[in-house]
T-cell receptor, first 115, second 114 residues
């Protein structure tokens, strides 16, 4: 079974400050990991993914995430937050094992960037 | 050009009615999905089709029936609608390499059952 935990329902950060949105995962094999963003009344948009290789993954809009296998984490980061980054962020995982097409999402973290 | 489109965007209906939501993708993807997002924003997979074959069928009431007439379309038909079916339904698609590919989401259909 695969699962994702996003321990924070909400993260508040001042504009210009660095931001981190936390994600931990559980899979039986190796993970494919994804971050998505959802703006109000919109569908989810893909930000970045970890498949293999370099643990630091860079994505859209200046976001990056670091894969940490020992801590089973994949935290989303950005060096300098913008007000326009305010949205709902979802972490997702898929086991690389055979027969698993299902992508499991975390419950989401609401990011509020305060001007 | 919209990559994944859904119709209608809003759907308001009475309990007991039957309704359909349509989804189309123009990305050439082989795999399509239906998700339900509840009022708490929790996102749950309902179905997935790969090359018109059902590959994921989560525990949803059998009042929900997906249909994939071709690789570019995945429709969702719901019979005997109930109050608890009120939610936002998202269609998504992903490429042929399977598990490593990200999914592209449609704009959602907000279903309200009165």
């Amino acid at each position: 079974a695969q699962s994702v935990a996003q321990p924070e329902d909400q993260v508040n950060v001042a504009e210009g400050n660095p931001l981190t949105v936390k994600c931990t995962y559980s899979v039986s094999g190796n993970p494919y990991l994804f971050w998505y963003v959802q703006y109000p009344n919109r569908g989810l948009q893909f930000l970045l993914k970890y498949i293999t290789g370099d643990n630091l993954v860079k994505g859209s809009y200046g976001f990056e995430a670091e894969f940490n296998k020992s801590q089973t984490s994949f935290h989303l980061k950005k060096p300098s937050a913008l007000v326009s980054d305010s949205a709902l962020y979802f972490c997702a995982v898929r086991d690389t094992g055979a027969g698993s097409y299902q992508l499991t999402f975390g419950k989401g973290t609401k990011l509020s960037v305060i001007p | 050009d919209t990559a994944v489109s859904q119709t209608p965007k809003y759907l308001v209906t009475q309990m007991g009615n039957d309704k359909s939501i349509k989804c189309e993708q123009n990305l050439g993807h082989d795999t399509m999905y239906w998700y339900k997002q509840d009022s708490k924003k929790f996102l749950k997979i309902m179905f997935s089709y790969n090359n018109k074959e059902l590959i994921i069928n989560e525990t949803v009431p059998n009042r929900f029936s997906p249909k994939s007439p071709d690789k570019a379309h995945l429709n969702l038909h719901i019979n005997s609608l109930e109050l608890g079916d009120s939610a936002v339904y998202f269609c998504a698609s992903s490429g042929t390499s399977g598990r490593a590919n990200e999914q592209f989401f449609g704009p959602g259909t907000r279903l309200t059952v009165l």
